[in-house]
T-cell receptor, first 114, second 115 residues
Framework: KNQVEQSPQSLIILEGKNCTLQCNYTVSPFSNLRWYKQDTGRGPVSLTIMTFSENTKSNGRYTATLDADTKQSSLHITASQLSDSASYICVVSAKSTGRRALTFGSGTRLQVQP | NAGVTQTPKFQVLKTGQSMTLQCAQDMNHNSMYWYRQDPGMGLRLIYYSASEGTTDKGEVPNGYNVSRLNKREFSLRLESAAPSQTSVYFC??????????????FGSGTRLTVV
């Protein structure tokens, strides 16, 4: 069964600090991995997407890494801001058609405090 | 450019009542989806529509029905609501179904409480 596990479940950091969120997956065959940001009361919004051959992808202060051998990804947030407070969801796509294409992690809830 | 629009944003139902959640997208996407999000769990697929005129079950279809009214609109119906259907429901769309190199655009969600 395809699974995506994220850690930690929740995290509190001070504004200006860095943090790293983890994602381990067992989705096979692997197609791509996305990180989404979900603000409270809103739908998820895509931050980055990485395919098998990509190790690192940046989007502003967000940097995602992928190790396809160990099936691990991380999302690093640099110089956190209050607006970074949200849930971050790791989503892994399998090379298949239909409903089994996406597997969602349960997310990491990040709170940035002043 | 509205993207994916869901209505209503909030709803409280009594057990046994029925209701329809509406979803519309203006990006000319072919595929549309309904997910539910429960605390501590990832989004789970209820139903999806690969293209206009087709619908298919996802992981958790029991208790729900869907209609792909046209290319823009995809509705989710609860015929007889149960407390277990208390959740946040998200509609999403993408250019096509499949390997998902295409991005998913999500609506802002409907928070449903069944009492």
């Amino acid at each position: 069964k395809n699974q995506v596990e994220q850690s930690p479940q929740s995290l509190i950091i001070l504004e200006g600090k860095n943090c790293t969120l983890q994602c381990n997956y067992t989705v096979s065959p692997f197609s791509n991995l996305r990180w989404y940001k979900q603000d409270t009361g809103r739908g998820p919004v895509s931050l980055t997407i990485m395919t098998f051959s990509e190790n690192t992808k940046s989007n502003g202060r967000y940097t995602a890494t992928l190790d396809a051998d160990t099936k691990q990804s991380s999302l690093h947030i640099t110089a956190s801001q209050l607006s970074d407070s949200a849930s971050y969801i790791c989503v892994v796509s399998a090379k298949s058609t239909g409903r089994r294409a996406l597997t969602f992690g349960s997310g990491t809830r990040l709170q940035v405090q002043p | 450019n509205a993207g994916v629009t869901q209505t209503p944003k909030f709803q409280v139902l009594k057990t046994g009542q029925s209701m329809t959640l509406q979803c519309a997208q203006d990006m000319n996407h072919n595929s549309m989806y309904w997910y539910r999000q429960d605390p501590g769990m990832g989004l789970r697929l209820i139903y999806y529509s690969a293209s206009e005129g087709t619908t298919d079950k996802g992981e958790v279809p029991n208790g729900y029905n869907v209609s792909r009214l046209n290319k823009r609109e995809f509705s989710l119906r609860l015929e007889s609501a149960a407390p277990s259907q208390t959740s946040v429901y998200f509609c999403a769309s993408s250019e096509a179904l499949g390997t998902s190199n295409y991005g998913y655009t999500f609506g802002s969600g409907t928070r449903l409480t069944v009492v």
